[in-house]
């Protein structure tokens, strides 16, 4: 699906789950919406699953936006006291559309949890009150972190001993009940705004797709280097090892060091959610012939967040850094700010020199940058989808330098391999169903949906009595052209497609049958665990 189409379906107010590979475009065509919803006079709840991501996105986490905090889950008595929490009923009460950007590090229980709070605090019980939810992320990323007591992820855990068979790892937000009845729509981005090599396209598919082979091993054994390298960032797997390179490296130039201290203003718990997820520390130590990686993108400026370059002088009228990039582009670096705002009112902000060291990074910080070239130590890595993030991070294998490899590096999480498969196919059912609409069928949904919004063209008086008929609307109008679309699959249904398909049937037939897109019907099959390719699929 291209951002194109995947902005016209946003526009409807449905439900979508907006994913795609690394450097596909889900953060610019969430800002394109962002965008198209402010211009209409509708102010979205941004949010993200972690603090890093929040504040890139200048939005809450989730946990403090819906008010459910850390906790592990809520009781009737949680949900009677945030009701009484005036400015959070206010915040939630009043809003229409609810991004969550990095979806795939938020577990099933979160989102579940988020589902009762808003439902409790919009008194609806709708699926997650009424909201447009749009979740943001690609599920090969980095995975939920959950409390250890949950022993979610142990081998054990996952090995059903009685059957000898692997169970679903249930921590994914795909696995809350919260996903299943908000009926997520799919757009599956196939656009690639990053990578543009060939080779090494194939290679980060492979892995996706758990087939990486010898031929794959070989491209990567070019690319190890022993040395290290000191004119590109390195990416490990723990922050300890960071704060190490970049201290000795830092200490290794034998002049005075300029320290830049970080501003703050606004509620305390809000600036400390601000602190936690800036890339730029506190206290930013800085000298002459550092190499530093801007944290914040400044397209005017002339850079973006994993911008590289080096500290060549200090303003001598401002005092503040002066850097040249790796693309030999001179920038003097003025203090930048990361916010919090609700309804276009800022509500906390801090404010410092958009810069970070750069010898080293941890992959985790790494999510969501574009490097030109970065050295990585991959031989501790723990987690299902971290070597994936951080050999992504790079545009081209030839500014991919290795120093370390294990196995875990190249493998990512079994369950995403095949529900990635499912989504893919959904996206395609969407696409489909989608193609059907005329122009002016799709401009009078989103005008439905802007005006069920309380936008612009709203009348006064008529919010209330278009609220929550939105995304229902979409699917009737979907369901004029396909009767099913969309509609869920009932056992009966399963058994039938099921014994069909035993039969040989094909998709044709099937899809005539059950009054379902191609996408729809190769999606259950997958889910039914009936097939695995569809593309061997007639």
Not at 20 to 44: D, F, H
Not at 292 to 306: A, D, I, L, R
Not at 359 to 378: C, E, F, N, R, V
Request: charged residues 30%; glycine residues 8%; proline residues 3%.
């Amino acid at each position: 699906m291209t951002q194109a189409e995947a902005l016209q379906i946003l526009k409807t107010g449905a439900n979508v789950f907006l994913t795609g590979e690394p450097g596909s475009g889900k953060t610019y065509t969430v800002n394109a919406y962002v965008k198209w919803l402010r211009e209409q006079g509708i102010e979205p709840a941004i949010t993200a699953s972690t603090g890093i991501a929040a504040t890139h996105i200048g939005g809450y986490t989730i946990h403090s936006w819906s008010g459910i905090g850390i906790k592990p889950h809520l009781t009737e008595y949680d949900l009677d006291h945030m009701a009484t929490n005036e400015r959070l009923v206010k915040r939630v009460g009043g809003a229409h559309t609810l991004i969550i950007d990095e979806i795939s590090m938020l577990s099933s229980d979160t989102l579940t949890m988020v589902d009762q709070a808003c439902r409790a605090l919009r008194h609806s019980s709708e699926p997650f009150g009424g909201l447009q939810v749009v979740c943001v992320g690609d599920f090969f990323q980095l995975p939920p972190v959950v409390s250890r007591t949950r022993n979610w992820g142990r081998t054990e855990d996952l090995f059903d001993r009685e059957t000898d068979t692997r169970k679903a790892d249930q921590r994914f937000a795909f696995r809350s009940p919260s996903w299943e009845v908000a009926n997520f729509m799919v757009a599956y981005l196939s656009e690639q705004h990053r990578q543009e090599d060939p080779t090494f396209l194939a290679l980060l598919g492979a892995i996706r797709r758990g087939e990486v082979g010898e031929d794959h091993h070989e491209i990567l054994k070019e690319r190890f280097e022993a040395v290290e390298r000191q004119d590109v960032p390195r990416l490990f797997s723990h922050n300890v090892d960071v704060d190490v390179l970049n201290q000795r490296e830092l200490d290794k130039i034998a002049i005075n060091t300029r320290e830049f201290i970080m501003t703050s203003r606004g509620p305390e718990a809000l600036v400390a959610q601000l602190k936690k997820g800036c890339l730029s520390p506190e206290k930013l130590f800085l000298k002459v012939g550092a190499r530093v990686m801007f944290t914040k993108n400044n397209f005017e400026e002339g850079f973006v967040n994993g911008t590289l370059g080096k500290v060549v002088s200090f303003s001598e009228t401002s005092g503040y850094p002066e850097v040249m990039t790796d693309k030999n582009k001179f920038i003097e670096v003025e203090p930048a700010e990361w916010a919090i705002e609700d309804n276009n009112k800022i509500l906390a902000s801090v404010s410092q020199i958009p810069l970070r060291l750069a010898w080293a990074i941890t992959i985790h910080k790494s999510q969501g940058m574009s490097l030109d070239a970065a050295q990585m130590d991959l031989s501790q890595t723990f987690e299902y989808g971290q070597g994936y993030v951080a050999l992504s991070r790079v545009r081209t294998l030839s500014g991919l330098i290795l120093k370390g490899l294990n196995r875990r590096a190249l493998e990512v999480h079994p369950d995403i391999q095949s529900v990635d498969i499912e989504f893919r196919d959904l996206s395609l059912a969407a696409e489909e169903s989608f193609a059907k609409l005329a122009e002016e069928e799709l401009e009078k949904m989103h005008e439905n949906f802007v005006k069920a919004s309380g936008g612009k063209k709203v009348e006064k008086g008529s919010e209330k009595k278009s609220k929550g008929k939105t995304k229902s609307g979409v699917l009737d109008k979907l369901r004029e052209k396909s009767p099913s679309a969309y509609k869920k699959w009932s056992e009966e249904d399963d058994m039938a497609l099921k014994i069909r398909f035993e039969e040989g049937a094909s998709v044709k037939a099937l899809m005539k049958e059950f009054g379902r897109q191609k996408g729809g019907i190769t999606a259950r099959l997958v889910k039914l665990g009936l097939i695995e390719d569809p593309g061997v699929l007639t």
